[in-house]
């Protein structure tokens, strides 16, 4: 996705844009033209006439930054032809990562400082 953001986020929104994909959607190498830091990305085997793909089952998780290297999605590859796979990415925004960094670094202990917009 090729587009230019306002950094208008609050600390508690978590991603800019949301994907999904399946039946065998593939695409090119590309390095991503945003302003968003990180994306987290997923792939789950399912069937092709719908359900989770559980023998064998297996997840693909990853978090990459993704404008900063080059990623693709690659064809799904089934012997059978009876399978497919659900991917989503979350693009993680700026803010997010900046407030996640001060999470792992304790910033948030204080109770009095509020993190999003609800009391803990």
Same mark, same amino acid.
């Given at each position: !996705? ?9 600390? /508690? /929104? ?13 695409? +090119?190498?590309?390095? @991503?033209? %945003?302003? %968003?830091?990180?994306?987290? *990305? ?7 006439? $719908? $359900? ?5 089952? %297996? ?12 990623? &693709? ?7 059978? $032809? ?8 979350? &693009? *993680?925004?700026?803010? !997010?990562?900046?407030? !996640?960094? +001060?999470?792992? *670094?304790?910033?948030?202990? @204080? ?7 609800? /009391? %803990?």
């Amino acid at each position: !996705m090729n587009y230019n953001q306002k950094e208008n986020y609050c600390p /508690d /929104d978590f991603s800019s844009a949301i994907t999904y994909t399946i039946n065998d959607f593939c695409n +090119k190498a590309h390095v @991503d033209n %945003d302003t %968003d830091y990180w994306t987290l *990305i997923g792939f789950i085997p399912i069937r092709k006439n $719908g $359900g989770l793909a559980f023998e064998d089952f %297996d997840t693909y998780q990853r978090l990459l930054k993704t404008n900063k290297l080059k990623y &693709q999605t690659i064809p799904s590859k089934s012997t059978s $032809g009876l399978f497919t796979r659900f991917g989503f990415s979350c &693009q *993680i925004s700026k803010y !997010m990562s900046i407030t !996640m960094e +001060k999470y792992h *670094i304790d910033h948030y202990k @204080d109770k009095n400082h509020s993190f999003g917009n609800y /009391d %803990d």
